[in-house]
T-cell receptor, first 111, second 112 residues
Framework: DAGVIQSPRHEVTEMGQEVTLRCKPI?????LFWYRQTMMRGLELLIY????????DSGMPEDRFSAKMPNASFSTLKIQPSEPRDSAVYFC?????????FGPGTRLTVT | KNQVEQSPQSLIILEGKNCTLQ??????????LRWYKQDTGRGPVSLTI?????NTKSNGRYTATLDADTKQSSLHITASQLSDSASYIC???????????FGSGTRLLVRP
C-alpha cells in the first residue's frame, strides 16, 4: 500500500484566495483525520471522519475552514478565504482502532 | 486540563550513544500512550503504543516504558544512528480512541 497520499505537497497562495487540500486514505481504513501543525501550537486535530461522516469538527478554527469526505477514498480540506495565519503544515491521517497513519503533509504558505 | 509535557526540548548526542526522552502527562481518562517519530518534512510515524497494563514495549532499538501510577513515560534509544535525528512526539489518547493529546516533541540530533 502506498500509504496516505496528500496533494499538493506545497502550496503558496495569496491572502484571500481559496485553498483546497486533498487526501487519499489507506484503503480499508474507516477513520480519517485532518491535523494542522505549527511551531507555536504543535499538532492539532481539526476534524475526524468515521465511515465518511464527520464525527468531531470542534477543532476547525472558524467558518473559513470546511472539510468533506464524499467517499471512502477521498477527502478535502478547504480554506476560503485564506489568511496568513493559516500558514502551517496540514496532515491527513487514516486509521483503525488505536492507530493512525499520517500522510506526508501539505505545507501551506499564505502571503 | 489534559496535557502532555516532554523533556528535553532538544538533545544532541554522538552517534552510537544511548539517550532517553521523557514524557509526563495529565490526561484523564487514560486510554493509551504512543511515541511517534517525525522526520523533517514528513508525517509522524508510530514507534510504539502502550495501554494501561503495559510497562514496556520495544521496537528495534527503541524501548518505551510506561508508569501509569506516576503518569510518566520514557523512550530509550540504544546505539543511536544518524537516521535517528528527528522529532519524537509523545501522544496520549484520552477516553475515546481518536482523541489524541500531543506533546510538543523532543528534537534529537545525532552527530557523527
Amino acid at each position: 500500500d502506498a500509504g496516505v497520499i496528500q496533494s499538493p505537497r506545497h502550496e503558496v497562495t495569496e491572502m484571500g484566495q481559496e485553498v483546497t487540500l486533498r487526501c487519499k486514505p489507506i484503503s480499508g481504513h474507516n477513520s480519517l483525520f485532518w491535523y494542522r501543525q505549527t511551531m507555536m501550537r504543535g499538532l492539532e486535530l481539526l476534524i475526524y471522519f468515521n465511515n465518511n461522516v464527520p464525527i468531531d469538527d470542534s477543532g476547525m478554527p472558524e467558518d473559513r475552514f470546511s472539510a468533506k469526505m464524499p467517499n471512502a477514498s477521498f477527502s478535502t480540506l478547504k480554506i476560503q478565504p485564506s489568511e496568513p495565519r493559516d500558514s502551517a503544515v496540514y496532515f491527513c491521517a487514516s486509521g483503525e482502532l488505536y492507530e493512525q497513519y499520517f500522510g506526508p503533509g501539505t505545507r501551506l504558505t499564505v502571503t | 486540563k489534559n496535557q502532555v509535557e516532554q523533556s528535553p526540548q532538544s538533545l544532541i548526542i554522538l552517534e552510537g550513544k544511548n539517550c532517553t526522552l521523557q514524557c509526563n502527562y495529565t490526561v484523564s481518562p487514560f486510554s493509551n500512550l504512543r511515541w511517534y517519530k517525525q522526520d523533517t518534512g514528513r508525517g509522524p510515524v508510530s514507534l510504539t503504543i502502550m495501554t494501561f497494563s503495559e510497562n514496556t514495549k520495544s521496537n528495534g532499538r527503541y524501548t518505551a516504558t510506561l508508569d501509569a501510577d506516576t503518569k510518566q513515560s520514557s523512550l530509550h534509544i540504544t546505539a543511536s544512528q544518524l537516521s535517528d535525528s528527528a522529532s519524537y512526539i509523545c501522544v496520549v489518547s484520552a477516553g475515546s480512541s481518536y482523541k489524541l493529546i500531543f506533546g510538543s516533541g523532543t528534537r534529537l540530533l545525532v552527530r557523527p
